[in-house]
């Protein structure tokens, strides 16, 4: 049974920053692609990044640059680290995980929220 689980987040000024952490627990981590996703009230579930079984990195555009993915693996700790906080970021943000190459989605963890305000 694979389990993630969020923290980290929490209330903001516009051009703070934090760091979003997520436990992986269960049969995972070496050979899987993770990544976090976000929603924000009233909208659909988004992509923000992901690293892949090799070590490589996506990000979606309005975050390239600001947030950085990574992971710990002696820790089974996946990151997000989030610069330059903007009112857009605000959303759950979720941590995700999958067997295989990315894209691939087969667990979820709870969610934490993020606030930023302006």
């Known amino acids: 049974q694979v389990q993630l689980v969020e923290s980290g987040g929490g209330s903001v000024r516009a051009g703070g920053s934090l760091r979003l952490s997520c436990a992986v627990s269960?049969?995972?981590?070496?050979?899987?692609?993770m990544g976090w996703f976000r929603q924000a009230p009233g909208k659909e579930r988004m992509f923000v990044a992901r690293?892949?079984?090799?070590?490589?990195?996506s990000y979606t555009d309005s975050v390239n640059g600001r947030f950085t993915i990574s992971q710990d693996n002696a820790k089974r700790v996946l990151y997000l680290q989030m610069n330059s906080l903007k009112p857009d970021d605000t959303a759950m943000y979720y941590c995700?995980?999958?067997?295989?190459?990315?894209?691939?989605?087969?667990?979820w963890g709870q969610g934490t929220q993020v606030t930023v305000s302006s």
């Open positions: 995700t995980a999958g067997s295989g190459w990315c894209p691939s989605w087969g667990h």
């Open positions: 269960g049969h995972i981590y070496s050979s899987y692609c």
């Open positions: 690293i892949d079984i090799d070590g490589s990195t």
